[in-house]
């Protein structure tokens, strides 16, 4: 079983910054890729940016110079500093981990997601 506790979320003006953490646990054996995505009302849940073990990095085009993605492995946490925040950043945001897990020798792939955390960028 593994887990994704996020934190990080709430209300902030336009213009400020948030930085969101999750932590992953459980069984791991070893995290493939972690990432954000978020979903605003309506729409469906889009990458806002991922991060590999390797450190390779990949950001949705409308937040590239203002939200970094950062990881440490021996943790298993990923967190965005989000900076310069808009109101179309609103959205609930869900920490999402690609990993490998290992039972009685055999080795699963799972995609695991976070329960979300709320961000609201007000105007």
């Known amino acids: 079983q593994v887990q994704l506790v996020e934190s990080g979320g709430g209300l902030v003006q336009a213009g400020g910054s948030l930085r969101l953490s999750c932590a992953a646990s459980?069984?791991?054996?070893?995290?493939?890729?972690m990432g954000w995505y978020h979903q605003a009302p309506g729409k469906q849940r889009e990458l806002v940016a991922s991060?590999?073990?390797?450190?390779?990095?990949n950001y949705a085009d409308s937040v590239k110079g203002r939200f970094t993605i950062s990881r440490d492995n021996a943790k298993n946490t990923v967190s965005l500093q989000m900076n310069s925040l808009k109101s179309e950043d609103t959205a609930v945001y869900y920490c999402?981990?690609?990993?490998?897990?290992?039972?009685?020798?055999?080795?699963?792939?799972?995609?695991?997601w976070g329960q979300g955390t709320l961000v609201t960028v007000s105007s």
């Open positions: 459980g069984s791991i054996f070893s995290i493939v890729s």
């Open positions: 999402n981990s690609r990993v490998l897990v290992r039972t009685e020798g055999v080795t699963r792939y799972l995609e695991v």
């Open positions: 991060i590999t073990s390797g450190g390779s990095t």
